[in-house]
């Protein structure tokens, strides 16, 4: 079959919004590379990324690791486009700051190089995460792309999954650094809480956290207020920017912003049989307040969003309870 829109690098396919990524390219023409940790024996079970439409033509696996950029290159070589998904996640903080920030910053890095070394790469689409953004130490209700994490701030406050927001902070600052230095067109999508359903077999971790309620957890979210998209609106997100004739810098992609007493009644009237909390009960969850993380910049580039937050959640509890998880 002929390449029609032409070859793509996914790193990070096994993941949750890697391989819902994958999912989208392969429906819309594209021929994609993807990149698994290594897995030398090939003991890992991948066939969910295989038996997708249009894989048995149109995907290549490669095995590639962040702590050896460099083996990255032979997934790359030949790419028009690379969506770079991976990144080391750490959030109970088992590693040094430092090393899961080196590890992060050094494998984007020498991805972005062997991007350059292509000769063929367009563009590099870089998935980054709200939390590059909010951790301010200002009680703003909106925040736009201008918006930067405080890495001092977060080593001083330390909230649950610090070093990642550290990594994720300082990564997104060294590849938008990279790009202008080199020519090289790199622009950055920045998720908040990603829900819906989802093709790994592994439950994701935004999913479970999400919809923890329902799994008998009392204070899941450690927010008062959070933002959250569904996982087809970032993988839609992100080919936008890989086809957008002249995307710049960095997007928010956060169609929706809720708070926990919302939530609640949400699910408890759709989904009764579930020991749900009562919005009473949840008022006194003093977790932060999340600020509204404005979606405009993404908006007026062209891209519509296509989900509501139920529609978020009803995709996300239909496949937990198909895949036995609920």
Request: hydrophobic content about 35%.
């Amino acid at each position: 079959m002929e390449e029609e829109k032409g070859r793509v690098c996914v790193t990070g396919g096994t993941g949750f919004i890697g391989s819902w990524i994958i999912k989208r390219l392969l429906e819309g023409g594209y021929t994609v590379n993807t990149t698994i940790r290594s897995d030398p024996g090939r003991k890992r079970d991948v066939s969910f990324l295989t038996n997708l439409p249009f894989a048995s033509k149109k995907l290549r696996i490669f095995n590639a690791d962040l702590s050896n950029p460099e083996s990255f290159s032979e997934a790359i070589e030949g790419c028009i486009g690379v969506l770079h998904t991976a990144t080391p996640i750490d959030l109970e903080v088992n590693e040094p700051e430092e090393i899961v920030t080196k590890r992060t910053i050094d494998g984007a890095l020498g991805i972005l190089k062997a991007c350059l070394n292509s000769k063929t790469v367009k563009r590099v689409v870089y998935t980054s995460s709200a939390s590059a953004v909010y951790w301010q130490g200002k009680e703003e209700e909106v925040m736009d792309e201008s918006y930067w994490s405080d890495e001092n701030l977060l080593r001083d406050l330390k909230p649950f999954a610090w070093s990642y927001s550290i990594s994720k902070t300082l990564a997104e600052k060294a590849v938008l650094e990279f790009g202008e230095q080199h020519g090289l067109d790199v622009v950055t999508l920045i998720p908040t809480f990603v829900l819906g359903p989802f093709i790994c077999p592994k439950l994701p971790g935004s999913v479970y956290t999400s919809l923890a309620f329902l799994f008998g957890e009392k204070n899941p979210l450690g927010a008062s207020r959070i933002h959250m998209v569904h996982v087809d609106d970032v993988a839609r997100a992100h080919i936008f920017l890989l086809e957008h004739p002249n995307p710049r810098g960095r997007y928010n992609c956060s169609p929706f912003i809720a708070t926990v007493e919302e939530i609640v009644e949400l699910l408890s009237a759709k989904y009764p049989k579930f020991q749900i909390p009562t919005p009473d009960e949840v008022k006194k969850i003093n977790g932060p307040k999340l600020p509204h993380l404005n979606s405009k910049k993404l908006i007026d580039a062209g891209f519509e969003f296509k989900y509501s937050l139920e529609e978020m959640y009803e995709d996300a509890i239909e496949c937990c309870k198909e895949k036995g998880h609920l």
